[in-house]
Each structure stands twice: as structure tokens, then as C-alpha cells.
């Protein structure tokens, strides 16, 4: 917000608080995906099948160029899982492989991490964790000498969906969150906001925050999707904000944490044509929703 004039930054919290937005829709694509993304400046990186292709925002964020800034390739499945770090782009696929990508070289490497698909991925000083439907999570070094070379690997006794490097990087195994979970509630995302403190969301329709400080037996906070859908993925703006995608119709969700009930709903598809929220990015004046046919963009700063 710090570049934005005051003015300007009223107009759009407003907007974010009443729902007032303009929808769009950024990119289609011809058969059905599975998308991930990231945003990294004013670049948008967004998986497609087995690519991975980065494009360009135009100054309104709103709209992209529509010639690709590049494309990385290199699994022989769909990528399931990507993350951006220390120039590379870390990304998991079908087909069991890691690939590290540099972004502004044409240097490629995968190599083969799990005996089924890779579902999720992420990187942090220098170290690669991946999790798999092999009901393992695995630790590789980034180090270009390295790659490949597993490090440590941890049985799950359950398929991994979801894995985040916590900010502490302390490389131990620290607790286990929860307890009494139903079969069936698995974890979609998560995301650490501070290294005590995280989100989490899933198969069984919450969204819960936790605090390491105060208990890891029970979060501190949950919220319930009203609809009792699936949620995919969450995001949030490291203040009040979070938002979430649901499993049916694409609708995109926005809560204020102090309140228990949802502030605002965007259904983005509809029957037939209805589709999870794969991935969510959000900056100070746009959200961004990966659905299975297309990319929509949500403009809280020209609503209308």
C-alpha cells in the first residue's frame, strides 16, 4: 500500500469491504486443468498441463500480455504444485519428477523424487520438501551440485496434499496439529504466517488458524465454509483479510477474521461448467482465481 496516495487507498479498502469489484476473465484455455500459480513483481506464472508459462501484467493488473515472457517445460505429466525461489521455480508433476527451473536462463533439471505423483512442493533456504500420493514426504538440497540427492525421508501413512517450510527452518520434526480429526478431513493448503502461527483448510469445509504458542491440539480460530464445499485453497493479506476457493461453482469467499460469518461470495462458474478454485493470489488491488477452463480476475479498484 505504501506506494499507493491515501486517497486512493480508502477508495479501495472500501471496496474490498463492501464487495464492490469488476470481474474478468484473464486467460481461457480449450480442455479442462488443473492450475497452479504464483506472482512474482508484476509477473504472473501459471501452470497449463505440463508447462509452466510466465506472463507479463500491463500496468492496470487487470490484463496480461498476451505473448508468454517464457515457458518451462520438462515433465511428461500435468504439474500438479510449483513454487518460486531464489531465481528457480521448483515444480512437482504426475510423473513423480521434480523439476528446477531458473527463470532467466534455460537451465532444467528434473529427476525422478517419488514412486507415484509429486502433489505439492516448497523451497526455503536452499532446501526442496516435496510430498507425494506415496504416502511419503521427502527433503532434497536446491545446491546445482546436489540435486536429486534425498536428504531425509518421512512415511505419512497418508497421501500428502498440501506442504509448507516453516519460517524457522529448524529441519526437525516439531508437533502434530490437531486431534480427533473424522477421516476424510485432509488438508488442501497451508500457509504459515508467522513461524508460530498458520492456516490451514481442506476437505472438511474449514479454515482454521493456529498458534503454536497457545495450543497445537487446537486451533485457535476456525471458520466454517456455509455451504459445506470442499475448500481448495486460502490466502490472505497478512492482516484481517482471508480469502478462500471453494470446490463447487468456483465461488471465491472473502472473510474478515474477527467475524465468524463470511463476508462476501463471488460465484465465478456455473452448471455445467462448475469448477473448484484450484489456486488463489491476491495483491493490494486484485484477486486472482485459477478455475479449471479459465483465469479470472477480481478489480476491487475499478469496480465498475
Not at 57 to 75: I, K, M, T, Y
Not at 126 to 139: E, F, H, M, Y
Not at 157 to 174: F, H, K, N, T, Y
Not at 222 to 238: A, I, K, N, R, V
Request: net charge positive; hydrophobic share 35%; proline share 5%.
Amino acid at each position: 500500500m505504501a506506494g499507493i496516495p491515501v486517497k486512493d487507498r480508502v477508495k479501495v479498502s472500501q471496496n474490498w469491504r463492501s464487495g464492490r469489484c469488476r470481474e474478468a476473465i484473464l486467460m481461457k484455455w480449450k480442455c479442462s486443468q488443473m492450475p497452479w500459480m504464483q506472482l512474482e513483481g508484476d509477473s504472473l506464472y501459471i501452470s497449463q498441463a505440463n508447462f509452466i508459462l510466465a506472463y507479463q501484467f500491463r500496468p492496470d493488473g487487470a490484463s496480461l500480455n498476451r505473448r508468454p515472457l517464457g515457458v518451462f517445460a520438462g515433465h511428461d505429466e500435468d504439474v500438479c504444485h510449483f513454487v518460486l525461489a531464489n531465481s528457480h521455480i521448483i515444480s512437482a508433476g504426475g510423473d513423480g519428477k521434480i523439476g528446477v527451473h531458473k527463470i532467466h536462463s534455460t537451465f532444467t533439471v528434473k529427476y525422478s523424487a517419488h514412486e507415484q505423483e509429486v502433489n505439492c512442493v516448497d523451497c526455503k533456504g536452499g532446501i526442496i520438501v516435496s510430498g507425494s500420493r506415496d504416502r511419503t514426504a521427502k527433503v532434497w538440497p536446491l545446491a546445482s551440485g546436489r540435486l536429486g540427492q534425498c536428504l531425509h525421508t518421512i512415511q505419512t501413512e497418508d497421501r500428502v496434499w498440501s506442504i509448507a517450510i516453516s519460517p524457522l527452518l529448524s529441519g526437525q520434526l516439531m508437533t502434530h496439529l490437531g486431534s480427533d480429526f473424522p477421516p476424510g478431513a485432509g488438508v488442501l493448503d497451508v500457509m504459515y504466517e508467522t513461524p508460530s502461527t498458520l492456516l490451514s483448510c481442506g476437505y472438511d469445509t474449514y479454515v482454521r488458524y493456529w498458534d503454536l504458542r497457545s495450543s497445537v491440539r487446537k486451533c485457535v480460530m476456525e471458520w466454517e465454509e456455509p455451504h459445506d464445499s470442499t475448500l481448495y485453497c486460502l490466502q490472505t493479506d497478512g492482516n484481517h483479510l482471508l480469502a478462500t476457493g471453494s470446490s463447487y461453482y468456483g465461488v471465491v469467499r472473502l472473510w474478515d477474521r474477527r467475524q465468524r460469518g463470511c463476508l462476501h461470495a463471488f460465484p465465478l462458474t456455473s452448471t455445467p461448467l462448475s469448477s473448484p478454485v484450484y489456486c488463489l493470489r491476491l495483491t493490494t488491488k486484485h484477486l486472482y482465481a485459477a478455475l479449471s477452463y479459465n483465469l479470472h480476475v477480481l478489480d476491487f479498484q475499478n469496480p465498475r
